[in-house]
């Protein structure tokens, strides 16, 4: 490979080409707004010819809404300030159609020679979003790169000796590429983990449908891991119908990302001699680490984590626990938490809503709890984020949704209501294909009615895929449940956007609700969020409510739903029940 | 006469204390600092004085009252109280956008207050009204697509005009209260200004001005047109029109020079002669 040239100062045409394919719209323009000068990306976003934007002063593009706002605010600050940032405008294109963008600008002053210019950026709200998840993806790629070119020796060994049937690396192979790793004159390769893989009922393939069939699939299952795995990754195959994988796992959440896609791979049906196989495997990774640091070692713990996967039930995975490291210390909790929930370990406790007009019990939200059998009982910032990097908060959201819709089902009515249930969505349950399912599964299995059910998203889940969300939301919302913003405040606010999404409920942060009579602009946030709720006609909770002033503020406020310590903390399901009871 | 005025509008008096006063009351969006650039012309000959309307700028935000604020005579009796506390008396008043209404107003009331009015960039209506005629610029749907502007970027106008990251090597006489307050309200309050400014029928008001009146007219400007000034011009009694070079709506911001001169040399010319000279 060519080592880049080393940059030297770019041509001006590098600058043309810089400033016209810019990701976002460059503008030039005069104190007056007008267009002097303007790059290919806006032209192309919007549609219009140079020449017909030239000259034209630049809030003429705009709503009329947004003209006069600009023309009270936005030029004024420039003048004074000499710059603006990010403001929410829409730009309206040679079609007609409204744009949204976010506009910053910054204003020189007139010299002697030169009349005062405006430089102005305008960057299309939703490409925004885009060119975020770009910018992350490319750094990915960069660091995945880097880690190819210090391979490149361990390379070699890949090219030397194999497996004959599979072309694989043999155990000898695999054996003297550990040792160069552990031999290397620098440190270990952080993470470096390794998978033992042995294939579930082998031998009954082998026997019922002989030999070749056997090698037929073992020939399947090696190139099934030979294209999940990265090309940093060191695939072999020792005896028989053991594999072994070895990788940088550098974040130690992944490694049931990891071990999940080689067992997902693996489980793809197979056609041999017109029999339909459904091949499985018990995996067990260990890490390369201070007491692991021989080949025979590290694949002798991966083969004991390997035979606790068989003897769990197989096709499943587990990781050699390792001591005294943090993280290995996090994977042993993510096998831990997979086996609470799955062991019923997860419990549900309740806080009530209050309805701030009258103060009846609305609802309750519902807040997951991990009674740990050593550690005790979790609150969920003990072990969410664990269930977010793992993958498991699919399990465990769907745990949630389930057990909170069957108990709810069972509440009698409290004077005469019944009471509805609140549940926090993840992002990814967000996007999970199956959630409207679950959701109608649910309510059907237990006869909830949906209106008593609120499913709550987080401001930032929805605006990690705005269109995305927007589809879920939709298919929630044909269903009946109740659709709640959380955490409102604190993510990228564009209403513009959040209007667009058929939402029932607003939850103003209670970092805003615990500055009510303390911050002046926390008094201001919390009173938009209210106003606005009810402007676009939806209700306003609030959270985090700890005093009676807060209350008697959120009261006059006109906010809708309240909960927090001042009524009750999230308890059990029994405690809840006999707090409504206390009530009435 | 209630106190407090002074506190409660963020009063500041400037200039020459002996000097005939000349007041400036600022428009729909930012506060009193948009005169920054306009009053050092006026400090060596005048005393100043600077308010920030209630919902503005360092105003009270405690005084802000949703029913006295929903028209213009709430902010008009806000610049008599500031007079009378100070004591003042020929005020040169002087009103920007909708401020020249809320001037127009204050005098209607108290004419025995003010000497003269200059009224930056006016419009009494800014809606149309095709029965008589009146031609204001925008019609209502164009008036509610700038409620909603404001609704849908609350955020955005009102309170987040973000604080600049980036310093401002050009001016360095901002003070750091310039750059992260300068235009920023609360967007409950902004909505009603805005509704009180874009709603206000003022058309009937001007004919009850005695006072004598200068109509400063920009070039350009998406909110007053020429046609609007030259309506005001026309039903004010004692009025002069002054057509300015400056685009956009805020001559006092843009182009302070002309809009200094084009006052100052009103004041001049209108000036009242002593009576021992006349004599």
């Known amino acids: ?65 947004d003209q006069i706002l600009y023309s009270t605010h936005g030029q004024p600050l420039l003048a004074m300030v000499g710059a603006v940032a990010e403001v929410a405008v829409e730009v309206v294109g040679r079609d007609g159609a409204r744009r949204p963008a976010l506009l910053s600008a910054a204003r020189t002053a007139a010299t002697d020679d030169l009349p005062a210019t405006v430089r102005v950026i305008i960057f299309s709200a939703h490409e925004r979003r885009r060119y975020e998840r770009e910018l992350l993806a490319a750094r990915r790629a960069a660091e995945r790169s880097e880690s190819q070119r210090v391979d490149a020796e361990a390379d070699l060994h890949h090219l030397a000796l194999h497996d004959s049937l599979t072309g694989l690396l043999n155990r000898a192979a695999l054996t003297g590429y550990l040792q160069a790793q552990f031999d290397g004159s620098g440190p270990l390769r952080p993470g470096l983990a390794l998978a033992f893989i042995d294939l579930d009922h082998f031998k009954s393939v082998n026997d019922s449908l002989g ?23 060191v695939t072999a195959r020792l005896s028989g119908d053991e594999f072994v994988v070895v990788d940088a796992v550098t974040e ?48 002798r713990h991966a083969d004991i984590a390997m035979y606790r996967a068989k003897v769990s039930g197989r096709n499943s995975w587990q990781v050699h626990p390792q001591h005294n ?27 009530p809503r209050i309805e701030l007009d009258g103060g009846a019990v609305h609802s309750a939200e519902a807040l997951v709890r991990w009674q740990h059998p050593t550690r005790g009982l979790l609150s969920p910032g003990e072990f969410i984020e664990l269930a977010e990097d793992s993958g498991l908060v699919r399990e465990l959201g769907a745990w949630v949704l389930e057990a909170a819709v069957a108990e709810a089902a069972g509440w009698q009515p409290v004077a005469g209501r019944r009471l509805g249930v609140a549940v926090n969505l993840s992002p990814r349950q967000l996007g999970d294909r199956n959630m409207v399912r679950l959701v109608t599964d649910a309510l059907q299995r237990h006869r909830l009615d949906p209106s008593l059910l609120t499913l709550e998203i987080t401001e930032t889940a929805l605006m990690l895929d705005p269109d995305a969300a927007l589809r879920s939301l939709q298919a929630l919302a044909r269903l009946g449940v109740v659709l709640a913003v959380d955490d409102f405040g604190t993510g990228y606010s564009s209403l513009t956007y959040l209007k667009r999404f058929p939402i029932d409920e607003l939850k103003i942060d209670q970092s805003f609700v615990a500055g009510l009579g303390v911050s002046d602009g926390d008094e201001a946030i919390v009173a938009s969020c209210v106003q606005l709720a009810h402007a676009i006609g939806i209700h306003a909770v609030a959270e985090g409510v700890e005093t009676d002033a807060q209350r008697a503020s959120l ?30 | 006469m209630p106190p407090g005025s002074v506190q409660r509008n963020h009063v500041r008096v400037l200039g020459r204390p002996d000097g005939p006063t000349v007041m400036f009351a600022h428009g729909f969006g930012c506060d009193q600092n948009m005169w920054r650039r306009l009053v050092p012309q006026f400090l060596s000959d005048h005393r100043v004085v600077l308010f920030d309307h209630v919902g503005a700028g360092r105003s009270d935000m405690d005084a802000y009252d949703f029913g006295k604020y929903s028209s213009i005579d709430g902010y008009a009796g806000d610049i008599v109280e500031i007079c009378d506390e100070l004591g003042l008396s020929d005020v040169v008043l002087v009103g920007h956008s909708i401020s020249a209404m809320i001037a127009a107003a204050a005098a209607a009331a108290r004419p025995d207050l003010f000497s003269r009015l200059v009224l930056v960039a006016p419009s009494p209506r800014y809606v149309d009204d095709r029965s008589a005629g009146y031609v204001g610029g925008f019609t209502a749907a164009d008036i509610d697509g700038l409620l909603d502007s404001l609704d849908s970027n609350y955020f955005g106008w009102a309170t987040a005009m973000a604080p600049m990251v980036m310093g401002n090597p050009d001016r360095p006489e901002l003070g750091e209260e310039l750059t992260t307050s300068f235009c920023r309200t609360r967007p409950e309050i902004a909505h009603q200004f805005a509704r009180v400014t874009f709603l206000t029928d003022a058309r009937a008001l001007l004919g009850r001005v005695v006072t004598s009146s200068l109509v400063l007219q920009c070039s350009d400007d998406i909110l007053a047109p020429v046609e609007v000034g030259r309506y005001v011009h026309r039903h004010l009694p004692d009025s002069a029109f002054r057509q300015l070079r400056a685009t956009g709506h805020c001559p006092h911001v843009s182009a302070p020079e002309e809009t ?20």
Not at chain 2, 261 to 277: D, G, H, K, N
């Open chain 1, 1 to 65: 490979m060519t080592p880049l040239a080393p940059v030297s100062v770019p041509s001006a045409a590098a600058y043309e080409q810089l400033f016209q394919q810019a990701p976002c719209a460059y503008l030039l323009t005069g104190d007056d707004g007008r267009i002097g000068w303007v790059n290919e990306t806006f032209l192309r976003w919007t549609g219009y010819e140079r020449s017909e934007v030239i000259g034209t002063p630049l809030p003429k593009l705009f709503p009329i809404g």
């Open chain 1, 211 to 233: 030999h070749r069939a056997g090698d037929e699939l073992l020939l399947t299952v090696a190139d099934r891991l030979r294209g999940a795995v990265r090309g940093t990754a």
């Open chain 1, 252 to 299: 130690p959440a992944r490694i049931g990302e990891f071990a999940q896609r080689l067992l997902s791979v693996l489980n793809e049906p197979v056609l041999i001699d017109g029999v339909e196989v459904v091949p499985s495997a018990s995996i067990g990774i260990a890490f390369a680490g201070q007491d692991t640091r021989t080949p025979e070692r590290l694949l």
């Open chain 1, 325 to 351: 490291d943090p993280a290995a210390d996090r994977l042993r909790r993510v096998g831990e938490l997979r086996h609470g929930i799955e062991r019923g370990e997860l419990v549900l406790h309740y806080q």
């Open chain 1, 555 to 584: 009261a006059a406020l006109g906010c809708d739903l309240a909960q927090g310590y001042l009524y009750s903390r999230p308890v059990p399901v029994d405690e809840f029940l006999r707090w409504c009871a206390a009530q009435g």
């Open chain 2, 260 to 279: 200094g001169a084009a006052i100052l040399e009103y004041l001049r010319s209108t000036a009242p002669v002593p009576l021992s000279i006349a004599s």
